[in-house]
């Protein structure tokens, strides 16, 4: 476990990715694409979404971008395929890493209302006495706590809206 500004210090010290390793990649994408994902029709119809011409203009960009908005950018193109079996692998340091809060936040209903509730908390993670088990939350940094899990969910790669929110509520 490490705080964030040890794991930034961490990332600032990770060996450069080349604009020509960043070339490989997306050609490798376009490749996996092209001739090996026999879902690619499929996921384009249902989510209108064309990976191959994102791909296209992410390589017109190459040489603008951060190494992390390089791999963000590749995050959200695999993401967008909408099937957890076919994404894109971060590298060191980022491999394997996640970040997380110490609780964990469930959704139930009353009386057919959602809401939602801090069901379990890290004792040696939390240092909020407010932040325990059994609060109800409303909202997330200022926004519906509904609309924030939704907001999240979309950044999932869940295919379909009950896969979504339970990647989105992790």
């Known amino acids: 476990i490490r705080s964030v500004q040890s794991f930034r210090e961490l990332a600032d010290q990770a060996p450069a990715l080349t604009p020509a390793k960043r070339l ?4 490798q994408a376009q490749i996996l694409l092209t001739e090996i994902y026999t879902h690619k029709p499929l996921k384009q119809s249902m989510h209108a979404v064309d990976q191959l011409q994102q791909l296209r203009l992410l390589k017109q960009r190459i040489s603008s971008l951060t190494v992390l908005e390089f791999h963000q950018a590749l995050l959200e193109i695999f993401k967008s395929l909408r099937d957890l079996h076919t994404s894109y692998m971060l590298p ?5 890493r996640i970040a997380f809060l110490g609780i964990l936040v469930e959704r139930y209903f009353d009386q057919g209302v959602s809401k939602w509730m801090v069901s379990k908390v890290a004792e040696h993670l939390v ?3 407010t932040l325990k088990q059994g609060v109800t939350i409303t909202h997330w940094n200022g926004m519906p706590i ?5 907001r999240n969910a979309d950044k999932e790669a869940g295919s379909n809206p009950s ?3 339970a990647r989105g509520l992790e």
């Open 127 to 129: 240092t909020s006495s």
């Open 163 to 165: 896969a979504q929110l």
């Open 24 to 27: 490989l990649l997306i050609e």
């Open 92 to 96: 060191e340091p980022f491999a394997g």
């Open 146 to 150: 509904e609309m924030a899990v939704w």
